[in-house]
C-alpha cells in the first residue's frame, strides 16, 4: 500500500549547478549528495516538509537520466511514492496489470529499496517505489 509521496525526482544536467539554483529557490542548502552506480547517477536531495527532492545527473551517457534528457529536457523524471514492503507491492501492482521495469526490488539512493513501473502503464509517469532498508 503507498503511504505518502517519498519524492518528486527531477533530471538536471548539471548537479553542482542545479543545487545552487535549488537552494536558491528553497532557502535552504541540500541536506544530501549521493551516487547510485547501478543507476548510473549522482543524486541530491532537499527536504521541504515530509516530501524530498532529489536531483539526478547522469554519470553515464548510457543512464536512464542521460536519455531522458537527450529526448525531453530537464524537468520532472519521477514521482516516488513510500510502501511498507516493496515486494508485495510489486506483486499486488503486477497482478492489477501494471508493468515492472525491474522483476526484483534494487538498492536505490537515501537508504532504500526500490522498483519503478513503466510510465505506458501509468499515463505516462515514472512511479517509484521506495521502502526504507531497515
Known sequence: MFTKIEHIGIAVKDLQKSNELFSKLFGKDHYKIEKVESEHVSTSFF???DTKIE???ASSPDSAISKFIE????G???IAYAVD????EMKRLEN???????????KGADNKLICFLHPKSTNGILVE??????
Request: hydrophobic share 35%; charged share 35%; with cysteine.
Open 71 to 74: 529526448k525531453k529536457g530537464e
Open 96 to 106: 492489477e496489470g501494471f508493468e515492472l521495469l525491474n522483476k526484483e526490488p534494487k
Open 85 to 88: 514492503n516493496v515486494v508485495e
Open 129 to 134: 517505489l521506495c521502502q526504507e532498508i531497515k
Open 47 to 49: 527536504m521541504l516538509g
Open 76 to 78: 520532472i523524471h519521477h
Open 55 to 57: 536531483l539526478l545527473e
